[in-house]
Structure formats: C-alpha cells, structure tokens
C-alpha cells in the first residue's frame, strides 16, 4: 500500500515537472526502486542499500535499469548518501527513507538531499514511542511527550510530521503533508518540502485527552497552563507538541484517485476515497468500543452513526486509521446520543 501511493507520487510529479528523479535511501533487495523507474518513469533512481551483501540481489533485480543507466547502486549509511548529495548539490524530487524504528536520525539529514518543491517519504516502525507507552523515548527521539489514548496511531503520524517540520524550520524551509498512512503498524508520510518556514503556531501544537469522559481539545500553547476539560473541569491529559493542521493535502489525493483508477488500481480506491473524507477534520478520532463503553450501548454500525451525525449537522468520515473508528467534529456525547438514536 505504501509503495503504490509512492509510486503514484513520483508519476504525477514528473507529469507536473517533466521528470522526476527518485533517491531510495534504504532500498534493501531493490524492489521499490524497480517500481519507481518501471511504474513511475523516473529518468534517474538512486538504490542505496546500507548492507553490501545484497550487492548480488540488488544486481539481478535492477538488471534492466542498469542496462539503460538510469540507476546506480551503493552501498552507504543514508546519512552520509544525504550529506554527499548537498556537498555536491545534487537535490532529488522525491527521497524515500524507508528506515526501520523511528526516523528521527534521518529527518534532518533526508532534507539536505531534497530539491524545493520535492517531496520525502518518511517512515517511522517505532509504534510504541508513537503511542504513548515510552513517552520518556517520544520526548528523547521527538522532543514531543506522547501519552497513551484511544486515538494515539493517528498521534503518530502527527508527531512524525511535526518532528519534520521542526527541523525544516531550522533550516529556513517548510514542510506541507502531502499524504499520512497507517498501515499494519507502519507510519508514512509524505511532505513536500517548500521555501520559507511555513510556520504556523495553529498547527502545531498539544491534544490533550480527558481519561474520565473520553473527550478531546486542541491546546494552543498560551494555553498549556490551563487545560482543562470542559465538560467535568478535570486536567487534560497532554500530548505534544505535533502537527495538528491537516493529515492530507485534499487536492493532491484526488489526483492520485484518478491516477489510480486510470492505472485501474481499484482496490486503492476505496483507501483514497477515505482519505479524502478525513483530511481535515479533527486531529484525533472516536472508536466503536469506546463510544459504546462511554455510553453503555450496543452501537449500532459505523456508517449509520455516520449518517445519524450527517443529519444532526456534523461532519464525520471513516478513517484509514481505524477500521472501527469515526474522525467528526462532534463531540463525544453528541456522539454516544446520535448513536442511541439508531
């Protein structure tokens, strides 16, 4: 899944640019750089692999992309692969780092590698610093403190995407989310990396969480030293700071629905269409059990609560996040109520 929306990332850049030049930074046995020349069109691949024993494999698999010399292999820490390519000024459209654990080593180094305007696929496998349950490692690793809740796997992404910013802000550049997909424990996102810091403090910031009433509330910074829940006037339990702007640039996805029904990669589409629908709602969702727990109910099926949210005047979608979860701009209780009206 992640590697088809990649793929379909880099066509539609070299449509928009003319070409695309793609650097695979942890491209293990070769399989995601075959596609990014074969399916993509990329006029130039980078397949850089950290162990030199798949030399043989990487080799035989990328046979005839090195036949036309639009590949080359090596055989490098990433780091050193994204330090050589600033030295040199040899910036890539779309960086691919697809690293095991988390990607806090790689997220200010893959940003010397990327041209403006191009895009970088972070990966981050670390789900339990993510979520909440090291958060002495999330405050290490992201300078961010994440605490456990029911929405903590869309936490972080955002927190994945926060920690790209900062770094991009350091530097005098932006990030803007293109895409952000949880998969089968997996944490991607692509960004695209934009000129001047596109900073802005409503975007980043804390989601705090009420264990006693299952609530959400943004928290802005000026606020920290009251958050409070509004409904029983409990502390909020805080996580952050991360990226609480949009998880997906809505545009963007509709062009990759097309590309992929065009490619006829239909069972992408139904992940797309939901995508679009949560994009920019909330940073956080309800699940099933919970609001079914809260409210003492047999609930009644995710897309009747939806429609029931629908005609009370609420948005709310799927999420890719959570087969069994709602993202909407209800709250909680207005939630639980809709749903007892089913």
Not at 26 to 43: F, H, I, K, Q, T
Not at 264 to 272: A, I, S
Not at 304 to 323: K, V
């Amino acid at each position: 899944m992640a590697r088809d929306l990649g793929v379909l990332s880099a066509a539609i850049y070299k449509s928009d640019k003319g070409s695309v030049r793609v650097l695979d930074a942890m491209s293990g046995c070769g399989v995601r750089s075959l596609r990014y020349w074969l399916e993509s069109g990329a006029d130039w691949v980078w397949a850089n692999e950290g162990n030199p024993e798949l030399r043989p494999i990487l080799n035989q698999n990328l046979a005839d992309a090195i036949a036309t010399g639009q590949i080359q292999i090596t055989h490098q820490e990433a780091n050193r692969v994204f330090f050589d390519c600033y030295n040199r000024q040899d910036y890539y459209d779309l960086v691919d780092v697809d690293c095991f654990g988390n990607a806090v080593p790689y997220l200010s180094t893959s940003i010397w590698a990327t041209k403006i305007g191009g895009l970088i696929y972070l990966t981050s496998t670390d789900g339990r610093t993510v979520t909440g349950h090291l958060p002495e490692n999330s405050l290490r690793c992201y300078a961010a403190y994440a605490r456990v809740h029911p929405a903590a796997h869309e936490q972080g992404l955002r927190l994945l995407i926060g920690s790209a910013q900062q770094q991009a802000a350091t530097k005098g550049l932006g990030i803007e989310p293109v895409f952000s997909l949880y998969a089968g424990q997996t944490y991607r996102v692509m960004l695209r990396l934009v000129k001047g810091v596109s900073w802005k403090t409503q975007n980043y910031g804390f989601l705090g969480y009420c264990h006693h009433c299952g609530e959400y509330q943004i928290v802005s910074w000026r606020k920290l030293g009251r958050a409070i829940c509004p409904h029983d006037s409990l502390p909020l339990t805080v996580t952050g700071p991360m990226w609480l702007g949009n998880l997906h640039d809505n545009k963007y996805l509709e062009r990759l629905y097309s590309l992929a029904e065009d490619w006829h990669w239909l069972e992408r589409l139904e992940l797309l269409r939901v995508m679009v629908a949560e994009a920019d709602l909330p940073p956080y969702f309800y699940t099933l059990s919970e609001l079914g727990r809260r409210g003492k109910i047999d609930l009644p099926k995710r897309s009747h609560l939806i429609q029931s949210l629908h005609d009370l005047g609420y948005r709310a979608s799927p999420t890719h996040i959570n087969a069994q979860a709602i993202k909407t701009d209800a709250d909680i209780n207005t939630c639980i109520a809709a749903a007892r009206q089913r």
